[in-house]
C-alpha cells in the first residue's frame, strides 16, 4: 500500500472513530474515549470560528417536527444499513475473487460500477452523519468522499499497469461511482475542463453541498420546533403530542412556589419537557445516575433499537433496559421538565437566539410535574454538567 493510501485510509479511519462517538459514548469505554475526544470539542467549542462544528444540525433529542425530517431520520438508518451491507458484499466478491486467482472482480455490484466499496462506504457514513448529526461529522464525511476519488484513481492506475487492456475495457464500458449512462450524462453538463479546476471544484463541491445541506436543514428544525414561551421561559416538548399540556398548563408550572423560586430573575430558560423515563435526559442535564447510559452495559440493544426503530426511545422505549428506574405514580400526564439557563445575545428568547450555536447552556433544576392534576411530584436541583461531564451534546 502506498504512503498516499495509507493516509487517506487513516482520515477515512478518524472519520468512523468520530462518527460512532453515539456508539462508544453510551457504551463502558465511554470514558477512555472522551479523554481523547472531549479535548478536540472543547477546542472547537473555544472559538466563534469553529463553534459550530460540534453542534448538531438535525433533530436528536426531540422528535422530527414534520415529514421531511422524519423522512431524513429514517433515511439515516437505511443508508446506514444498506451501506454495510453492500460493502461486505461486495469485499466478499473481492477477497473470494483474490482466492480463486480470478482477477478483478466484473460481476456482482461491480457489473453496473467500478467502485460499489466506496459507493457502500459513502452511503454508510452519510447515515451515521444523519444518525449523529454534528456538523463536525459531516464535514469529515465530505472529505472522506472527496479522498475516495483520490483513492479509486490510484487503485486504477495499479489495476491497468497490471491488468492490461483487460481491465481498461472494463473502465471504458462501466462507471467509476454511478452507471455508465449516467455518468455520461452528467459528463454532457457545462462546466470548466481543466484538470486541476474539475478536480479542485469534485473536491470541493461535495463539502459545499454537504455543509450547506446541513446548515439549511438545521434552520429549516428550528423553525419548526413547536415552542411554548412566557418571554423569559421557553418551553420544548421532546414529544410533539405534549405541546396542547404545555400550552394550558406550562404557565401554571411556572408559578408554582418551588419552581418560581429557584428560576433566577431575568434570565432567559429553556425548559425541556419530556417524559420521566426519557433516555436520553442525560445528554439535557445530570438528572440521575440511571440516564449515564454508559454505566448501563445494554449498548449493543440500544444502538440496534436506536437504528432500527428510531423514535421508540422518544416515548421512554429503552425504560426496560433501565428496571430500577421507578416512574413516579401520580396519573394523568407526568412530565419531567428540565430547565437550563441559556446565555443568549442581549436576553433574546426567540428560538433563532436560544438554539443558536453561540450559546453557552447550563442546568439549573428539574421537577417532575402530573400536568393534568397540576401536582408537583419531585423537585431537584442540578449541577452545571451533563450525564457525560462537560462534553458538548445536542440542543433539540
Excluded at 414561551?229 to 404557565?251: E, F, N
Excluded at 428540565?338 to 453561540?358: C, K, N, Q, Y
Excluded at 401536582?375 to 433539540?396: A, C, I, Q, S, Y
Amino acid at each position: 500500500m502506498s504512503a498516499s493510501a495509507r493516509v487517506i485510509g487513516g482520515v477515512i479511519f478518524l472519520y468512523f472513530v468520530i462518527a460512532l462517538e453515539v456508539v462508544v459514548m453510551i457504551s463502558p469505554f465511554a470514558g477512555f474515549f472522551y479523554a481523547a475526544f472531549n479535548p478536540v470539542l472543547l477546542f472547537l467549542a473555544s472559538s466563534t470560528s469553529t463553534r459550530w462544528l460540534g453542534d448538531f444540525f438535525l433533530p436528536h433529542l426531540v422528535a422530527p417536527p414534520g415529514a421531511l425530517l422524519r423522512t431524513v431520520r429514517v433515511a439515516g438508518s437505511v443508508l446506514f444499513v444498506g451501506g454495510a451491507v453492500a460493502f461486505f458484499v461486495c469485499a466478499a466478491q473481492v477477497y473470494w475473487s483474490k482466492l480463486a486467482r480470478r482477477g478483478p472482480v466484473q460481476g456482482g455490484l461491480y457489473r453496473w460500477i467500478r467502485h460499489p466499496q466506496y459507493v457502500a462506504l459513502a452511503a454508510t457514513g452519510l447515515g451515521l452523519a444523519i444518525l449523529w448529526p454534528r456538523f463536525l461529522t459531516v464535514v469529515l464525511w465530505a472529505v472522506m468522499v472527496a479522498l475516495y476519488r483520490i483513492l479509486a484513481r490510484d487503485e486504477e492506475r495499479r489495476m491497468t499497469k497490471q491488468f492490461g487492456e483487460g481491465y481498461h475495457s472494463y473502465q471504458v464500458t462501466t462507471g467509476m461511482f454511478l452507471p455508465r449512462p449516467l455518468e455520461a450524462a452528467l459528463g454532457r453538463v457545462p462546466g470548466p475542463r481543466a484538470g486541476w479546476v474539475s478536480a479542485t471544484l469534485g473536491h470541493a463541491l461535495p463539502l459545499a453541498v454537504a455543509v450547506g445541506s446541513a446548515f439549511a436543514l438545521r434552520a429549516y428544525t428550528v423553525s419548526r420546533l413547536a415552542v411554548w414561551s412566557d418571554g423569559d421561559v421557553t418551553a420544548l416538548p421532546i414529544l410533539s403530542a405534549d405541546i396542547t399540556p404545555v400550552t394550558h398548563r406550562m404557565k401554571a408550572v411556572l408559578g408554582m412556589p418551588e419552581v418560581r423560586a429557584r428560576l433566577p430573575a431575568g434570565a432567559v430558560v429553556l425548559a425541556y419537557v419530556l417524559p420521566v423515563d426519557y433516555v436520553m435526559q442525560g445528554m439535557i442535564a445530570d438528572t440521575e445516575p440511571s440516564w449515564r447510559l454508559y454505566q448501563h452495559h445494554q449498548t449493543l440493544p440500544m444502538i440496534a433499537d436506536w437504528v432500527v426503530h428510531p423514535f421508540s426511545h422518544l416515548e421512554g422505549g429503552h425504560a426496560h433496559m433501565h428496571g430500577d428506574v421507578a416512574v413516579p405514580a401520580g396519573g394523568g400526564v407526568v412530565r419531567r421538565i428540565i430547565f437550563v439557563r441559556v446565555e443568549t445575545t442581549h436576553g433574546d428568547t426567540s428560538p433563532a437566539a436560544l438554539f443558536s450555536v453561540r450559546v453557552a447552556r447550563r442546568p439549573l433544576f428539574f421537577t417532575d410535574v402530573d400536568f393534568h392534576a397540576l401536582r408537583l411530584l419531585k423537585v431537584e436541583d442540578l449541577g452545571p454538567g451533563t450525564g457525560w461531564g462537560n462534553v458538548p451534546t445536542p440542543m433539540f
